[in-house]
């Protein structure tokens, strides 16, 4: 045994050309030891929140949109930066990201988003890049935080348990329902003014003929003349109007529906005891026999409310009308699909009835980022195609 080790020794020891292997193994181990500490403090370095915004293009954007965030600030005094939620905490996951990241140096060395403007040109696109890591490692950065086994389930309301015991299940992507969390959603993203758009330029091509049916596809202001001095209220998007006159640039138009007799005189809405409005009579419009002419009442078995029939005249600008109704349901319903198939729930347009819809909606809205007119069509489209107008099961 003594004389085994001792041609061990005197081998390891034994001169190989200059340098001894034994000394070139020691060496080699004390210089792996050395590279793989400097390879890990640097990784580590920029793997700081200082040094994800050392770019001036982080420091002035989405940073302070950070600060304005419950990640930053809150009860528990717990914060997330840069790198707890855009890099895994995982060695072989974090290498992976860090070579991804490359692309993102070149970017900002080129300068790519190195003005506000930039930036938010390429705002949608970057977002969406992490978008689809996110879904792809089903939010494996949130879950270092957050985890469905540790949720207490009996603190949430109704609906949030209801929503996040189905993810729980199905281990979802935090992100499918969380966009604009940490930071500002893109303001040209698909699920903004996209639709309205769409809808405005199908609109230019629209002839107008008297005793036709028109429906608008964006708010437009009424008048109770056609010289536009007097404020008739407002018509809401996806609303039928009969031509009755033209004169030059204006429509006279009658707008047929139902308002409840008390407290609500000033909206006229779609059908008898639901909340579909179609416009919103000014004080004086609302009030003038000569504009608004009122038929048959009826009471809501329901609420007990009762309910008027009446037929509004007024004035609009020729514009933003589209002969087909059809053509705004599409685009609504593409924005529906594609804003809210992603949540835990969608639920299906006859899922709830007409007056249902409104608080269920808004309770999506968080999770989107619609503009003013497009919330007024997507609902619209949804309170239109539920149970009470779908013969279809749900």
């Given at each position: ?5 001792k ?50 293009s ?50 900002s ?15 949608l ?25 540790s949720?207490k ?80 209220g ?51 419009a ?5 504009i ?55 639920p ?19 999770f ?9 069509i ?17």
């Amino acid at each position: 045994m003594k004389s085994s080790l001792k041609k061990v020794w005197i081998t390891l020891w034994r001169p190989a050309a200059k340098i001894s292997l034994g000394v070139l193994t020691l060496g080699g181990f004390v210089a792996g030891v050395i590279f793989w500490g400097g390879f890990n403090t640097a990784l580590e370095m920029t793997n700081t929140e200082k040094f994800c915004i050392s770019c001036h293009s982080m420091r002035d954007t989405v940073y302070p949109e950070l600060k304005g965030t419950i990640h930053w600030e809150n009860n528990a005094g717990i914060r997330a930066t840069c790198p707890d939620c855009h890099v895994p905490h995982n060695w072989s996951d974090k290498i992976a990201r860090k070579m991804q990241a490359s692309k993102e140096v070149f970017g900002s060395i080129v300068g790519t988003i190195d003005t506000p403007e930039k930036f938010e040109a390429k705002r949608l696109e970057l977002a969406q890049h992490e978008w689809k890591r996110f879904a792809a490692n089903k939010s494996l950065e949130c879950k270092s935080c957050h985890s469905y086994d540790s949720m207490k389930w009996d603190e949430m309301s109704p609906r949030a348990q209801a929503q996040m015991k189905q993810a729980a299940v199905k281990d979802q992507s935090c992100i499918d329902c969380h966009k604009g969390i940490a930071h500002h959603l893109p303001a040209d993203m698909a699920s903004s003014g996209g639709i309205v758009s769409e809808l405005v330029a199908a609109s230019q091509s629209t002839d107008y003929s008297k005793g036709d049916t028109y429906y608008s596809v964006q708010f437009l202001p009424l008048y109770e003349d056609e010289a536009k001095t007097k404020d008739g209220g407002s018509l809401e998007p996806a609303s039928a109007v009969k031509v009755v006159g033209i004169k030059d640039d204006m429509l006279q138009i009658e707008l047929n529906g139902w308002r409840k007799v008390k407290g609500f005189g000033r909206v006229i809405n779609q059908d008898f005891g639901m909340n579909i409005p179609s416009a919103a009579l000014s004080k004086n419009a609302a009030q003038s026999a000569d504009i608004v002419k009122g038929f048959e009442q009826k009471e809501d078995d329901v609420t007990g409310l009762k309910w008027q029939q009446v037929t509004a005249t007024l004035w609009v600008e020729k514009k933003n009308f589209v002969s087909d109704i059809s053509t705004v349901w599409t685009a609504a319903k593409s924005a529906y699909n594609t804003n809210c198939s992603v949540c835990h729930t969608q639920p299906a347009e006859n899922h709830f009835d007409a007056n249902t819809w409104p608080g269920m909606f808004n309770g999506m809205l968080a999770f989107v980022n619609f503009d003013t007119d497009s919330e007024a069509i997507v609902l619209k489209y949804l309170q239109n195609h539920s149970s009470d107008f779908s013969k279809a099961e749900h």
